[in-house]
């Protein structure tokens, strides 16, 4: 939030993401706009995918190097680099 109570936005940039479809990629980005990390079943819930959809995704987004992983097992979260 910014002095005035408004929310901050940053423009992410745009990204050619090799593992995973265009359109899936920036629904996880978007993700961000409203967290400064996210979990899996965050992915599950505004994808409407499963566990193993989801985890893949998040998979491509970190071997592309555009997210990063904090955490393990149960506590695992992503946050972009």
Known sequence: MDEYGRKK???LPIIEVANTNNTESRTVL???DDAESIGRSDVERAMGVSRSKASAI???LVADGILKIIGDGRNTKYRLK
């Open 9 to 11: 936005y940053f423009a």
């Open 30 to 32: 978007r993700l961000f």
């Open 58 to 60: 998040l998979s491509g």
